[in-house]
């Protein structure tokens, strides 16, 4: 499943893929306003694949991560 949620200014799209009966990945990727590419930024892990969209959701609203990705 592809999804793109916004959050603050930046762009995520998240691609999910199951990996096993109960394991599933949520890639993470930020689309960039001046160029139409994205860049793979992290994945998360769930038993579900909502799980796995809500742990990648959740570590993309840390602020830490966000100051990190602002740092490249």
């Known amino acids: 499943m592809e999804r793109v949620e916004v ?4 762009v995520l799209i998240l691609h999910t893929r199951q990996l096993g009966p109960e394991c599933w990945c949520c890639d993470v990727y ?16 769930g038993a579900t694949e909502m799980e796995a969209i809500a742990m990648a959701l959740h570590d993309a609203h840390e602020p830490n991560h ?7």
Do not use: I, K
């Open 66 to 72: 966000l100051n990190h990705r602002r740092a490249h």
């Open 7 to 10: 959050v603050g200014s930046e």
């Open 30 to 45: 930020e689309r960039h306003h001046s160029d139409p590419g994205v860049d793979f930024v992290f994945e998360d892990f």
